[in-house]
């Protein structure tokens, strides 16, 4: 990879971390990790000192490998007259350009098994999927295993897409009828 490739990719990675950490709550920490999908170059930048950064991945690894990796989906608990638990099902990002305000929705979604995973969703009732791209979203019957995998998040994943997606709105933004049917 060229030296000149990677530094846009950093500078890339510090606009992404500079956004992330002004919305995160106090007491909340961040990694971004940027990578080639073949083997080659990884960078990442996060708002934690190496060493604590370090011992989180560790720890995220230990949670992965049994399968407890995705707390924020963890069930809540009973509700009773003391303790009332809400869960949210969605979170809407208005469209800021748009008259009537449309724009993304990341909802949570029941799995056949394991935890609910969460879609990124427009208003037309597509989700972005994991080969970045939009494609419709089928019934909860008809979606398949392979439907599951491309389509489906975990909520900071979800998160990280959409703000990426904010960030740079013209390039997600799907083709008008008339560009579609251009050859």
């Excluded at 073949?38 to 950064?53: C, H, L, Q, V, Y």
């Excluded at 597509?126 to 295993?145: H, K, L, M, Y």
Aim: hydrophobic share 35%; aromatic share 10%.
């Amino acid at each position: 990879m060229s030296t000149r490739l990677l530094k846009k990719v950093e500078a890339l990675a510090r606009d992404l971390a500079h956004m992330i950490s002004g919305k995160l709550p106090g007491g909340w920490g961040f990694g971004l990790f940027l990578f080639t999908f073949k083997p080659g170059a990884t960078t990442w930048i996060s708002n934690a000192n190496r060493e604590d950064m370090h011992g989180m991945l560790r720890d995220y690894l230990d949670r992965a490998q049994t399968g407890k990796d995705n707390e924020l989906d963890a069930p809540s608990p009973p509700s009773t007259p003391m303790h009332i638990g809400m869960v949210p099902t969605r979170y809407e990002f208005p469209d800021r350009d748009s008259v009537h305000g449309a724009g993304l929705v990341i909802k949570r979604r029941r799995q056949r098994v394991g935890p609910p995973l969460w879609a990124v969703c427009d208003q037309a009732g597509n989700v972005w999927t994991r080969q970045q791209e939009w494609e419709w979203e089928p019934q909860p019957s008809s979606r398949d295993d392979a439907f599951l995998e491309r389509a489906r998040w975990s909520l900071l994943e979800a998160v990280a897409v959409v703000a990426v997606m904010e960030r740079f709105r013209p390039l997600f933004s799907r083709p008008s009828r008339e560009e579609e049917d251009e050859p």
